[in-house]
């Protein structure tokens, strides 16, 4: 298979190509074994710094790790669960054609997007006097419900015309052609970059450590403030395992979602009859499997 966008890589380009890779691999592992080394001489992987996870503390730790864990699934849920109808209504309003709600729409969108989230959140802390939970779940909100909408704008925007166009033409009214038709096709398209959006969502919970909320990170710096300076290493590593461990789960379980949708699509497509006004009289080539023009090997 050649590329439209550079030649093939001939045997030299090839060899070039790997010396690189070899090389870009070494340097690699020589800066992993520089800062294992190091942090093996500052005594971070002796045992007795990594005893709070099994040892006699293990059960109080491990239950302040959970209660982290479950106050960030909790405000990640919640704002998902908001953000992403939201945004699809910005969308439909960022799309809609008539000027005096799309372009307001669209200054409220850019403002949404270019204001930092740890801003709206003490911003809804300290204005409404709100609790924590609601002040990360709202500005959460807020800011993902903008990132979405023009997710989803992309996707409608990237559909061929003729998908509206024939929504219009059996009757479909505006509002009705963009919900049953370009929706869901955008959905399914721009699936990676909703997925992607959605663990930037929970990796931005860790915001709530600003504002008082007790997420996965504060939980971590309260059990590390606790212990002393000699567990910090130990719980935020296993903090940034438990991050990647969830945001990995997440992709997985979405890419599930995709291949289980796409299944679906393509089991559902039933095939295609023609119709030549011969059934029924003995003449129709289908029904015999004969193509017009061509002779018939019954016949030989």
């Known amino acids: 298979m050649t590329s439209v966008l550079y030649d093939v890589p001939g045997p030299k380009a090839r060899l070039y190509s ?22 093996a001489q500052q005594g971070i992987f002796d045992s007795e710094r990594w005893e709070i996870f099994y040892g006699p503390m293990a059960p109080d730790v ?18 998902a669960v908001i953000a992403f109808p939201l945004g699809i209504a910005l969308c439909l309003l960022r799309i809609s054609l008539i000027a005096w709600i799309r372009i307001p729409t669209q200054v409220v969108l850019e403002f949404l997007r270019g204001m930092p989230v740890v801003l709206m959140m003490l911003f809804i802390l300290l204005v409404f006097a709100t609790g924590q939970f609601q ?24 559909l061929p015309k003729g998908q509206r166009e024939a929504g219009l033409a059996i009757g479909l009214r505006s509002f009705q052609s963009r919900m049953s038709i370009e929706f869901p096709q955008a959905v399914r398209r721009m699936l990676p970059s909703l997925v992607a959006q959605l663990v930037v969502l929970l990796k931005d919970t860790s915001l709530g450590y600003i504002v ?18 000699d567990f910090l290493f130990p719980a935020f590593f296993v903090g940034a395992a438990i991050y990647i461990l969830i945001n ?7 890419i599930l979602i995709e291949r289980r949708g796409s299944k679906k699509a393509a089991g559902g497509m039933a095939p295609m009859t023609i119709r030549t006004g011969l059934e029924g009289t003995g003449n129709d080539p289908v029904a015999q499997n004969v193509v017009p023009g061509a002779e018939n090997p019954e016949k030989k």
């Open 212 to 229: 008082g909320y007790e997420e996965l990170l504060r939980k971590i710096q309260i059990m590390a403030d606790f212990l002393g300076p």
């Open 248 to 254: 990995l789960t997440v992709s997985r379980i979405a």
């Open 18 to 39: 790997l010396i690189g890779s070899a090389v870009g691999i070494l340097i690699i592992l020589g800066v992993l074994a520089i800062a294992v080394t190091t942090l």
């Open 62 to 79: 491990w239950s302040l790790i959970g209660q982290g864990i479950l106050s960030t699934l909790a405000a990640a849920a919640v704002a």
């Open 135 to 158: 002040a990360v779940v709202v500005g959460l909100t807020l800011y993902n419900a903008a990132i979405f909408a023009e997710i989803l704008r992309a996707g409608i925007q990237s």
